[in-house]
């Protein structure tokens, strides 16, 4: 099993920034994707960014030019750093992470930090 644990939401001003992290551990094979979805009550999970293993990123238009996705593979660690926040960023952000064994591949979900941007 693939533990995820995030840190680094919180409330913020509209037009500030945040920093999100979120660390693997536990029975780490090779980890290929690592990425932040969003997600609001009521709403479908949106991917935000994602990252592979080989640097490849892919953001999501909404948030392209405002945030960067990078990840430290020593530390099975990925960051999203968010700039120019407004409240349509508000949402619940959760981690995941692709991991590749000999038994297959899996996908783990963090428990999500909020975000909420508001005056």
């Known amino acids: 099993q693939v533990q995820l644990v995030e840190s680094g939401g919180g409330l913020v001003q509209p037009g500030g920034s945040l920093k999100l992290s979120c660390k693997a551990s536990g029975r780490i094979h090779t980890i290929n994707t690592m990425g932040w979805y969003r997600q609001d009550p009521g709403e479908q999970r949106e991917l935000v960014a994602a990252i592979t293993l080989a640097g490849d990123i892919n953001y999501a238009d909404s948030v392209r030019g405002r945030f960067s996705i990078s990840r430290d593979n020593a530390k099975n660690t990925v960051y999203l750093q968010m700039n120019s926040l407004n409240p349509a960023d508000s949402a619940v952000y959760v981690c995941?992470?692709?991991?590749?064994?000999?038994?297959?591949?899996?996908?783990?979900w963090g428990q999500g930090t909020q975000v909420t941007v508001s005056a």
């Open positions: 995941c992470a692709e991991d590749y064994s000999p038994d297959g591949v899996q996908d783990y």
